[in-house]
């Protein structure tokens, strides 16, 4: 249920719990425990160790539908896979085995169309069971590298959004088969229909962990290889220069600013142009650069002219 409500740090937790009781599964994901009072929000996560910023954004997001984050860069990565790891030992240890074990018993396992649902229901859980798995062995760890400064130049991120998606068709046709298909006697049609409600909300609760993941885990994830990426290109480049052998050479004031003039993409000639010098002298400052420096692409003077302060890496499009 949407309430509509952005919920800050200085809300009362219990009042979030009364206005969407759904958002108890949550807490236990968070590794939130209950027997908080009256506290905020912030002091209830302060005194369990969350991160508050992390669990209003999913919590505004996944309840609210709020998608606009202020910062990505804020968001904590342990607290998310905390939330996300929690999220599969639910689902896969709980959830969907109690659905199974629920429709078996409702279901007579003699009859051909009660072993078509069962196999369906089978099925979707395998894939299910698969998809978080591969995020398990393939994804977490990953993301825990990152972490540790390790990056890893055969995956990212955006690898597996591309083939991130919710596992759903099998899930429709079963609640239909129940639906249309399976008149029942009264005992079996209750305990049938208290079943096909916990699919309905086990469908909910997937979808939401989905767009959790799409929206808020890939997003920041995304965040913080970039700031790899820019510190990763910074260091190795700043230990190339400063291991030239020609690196305590000095760079002229007019060499630096044919360096800056490479960087900003200009040509020889435009260089020239604004230094008021001929594209010839443009020509021999470069080797006179490309020599002391041992550095001959454009690409690798742009990192020269960032560790040494010659540009700004805000301005530089790396």
Not at 102 to 109: G, M, N, P, T
Request: charged share 25%.
């Amino acid at each position: 249920m949407r309430m509509h409500k952005m919920y800050e740090a200085d809300d009362k937790m219990i009042s979030l719990i009364r206005d969407n009781y759904d958002l108890l599964q949550s807490l236990g994901r968070f590794g939130i425990n209950l027997g908080f009072g009256d506290k905020t929000v912030k002091e209830v996560c302060e005194s369990q160790s969350v991160d508050t910023y992390t669990f209003l954004a999913v919590v505004n997001f996944a309840f609210n539908g709020y998608r606009d984050l202020n910062d990505e860069g804020r968001l904590s990565i342990p607290t998310l896979l905390q939330y996300l790891e929690a999220s599969h030992e639910y689902f896969l240890n709980f959830a969907l085995p109690t659905i199974r074990k629920q429709l078996a018993e409702a279901l007579d396992e003699n009859d051909n169309l009660a072993r078509l649902i069962l196999k369906l229901y089978d099925e979707y859980a395998h894939d299910i069971r698969n998809h978080m798995k591969y995020e398990e062995k393939t994804v977490f760890p990953y993301v825990e590298a990152l972490q540790a400064g390790k990056a890893d130049d055969g995956y990212d991120i955006e690898t597996f959004s591309k083939h991130h998606g919710q596992t759903d068709v099998k899930l429709r046709e079963l609640k239909n088969i129940i639906l249309k298909y399976l008149p029942s006697d009264m005992l079996h049609n209750n305990q049938l229909t208290a079943t096909l409600y916990n699919i309905y909300n086990c469908e909910t609760w997937l979808g939401q962990h989905a767009e959790v993941e799409e929206h808020i885990f890939i997003p920041a994830i995304m965040k913080l290889e970039q700031r790899m990426k820019q510190n990763d290109i910074s260091v190795k480049i700043s230990n190339m220069i400063n291991q030239s052998p020609n690196s305590n050479e000095l760079i002229s004031d007019r060499e630096k600013d044919v360096i800056i003039g490479v960087v900003q993409g200009m040509t020889n000639k435009e260089i020239a142009d604004h230094l008021f010098i001929s594209a010839n002298t443009v020509i021999t400052h470069r080797r006179n650069i490309a020599r002391k420096l041992q550095i001959h692409s454009p690409a690798g003077l742009t990192i020269y002219a960032i560790v040494n302060n010659l540009v700004d890496i805000s301005s530089v499009k790396l």
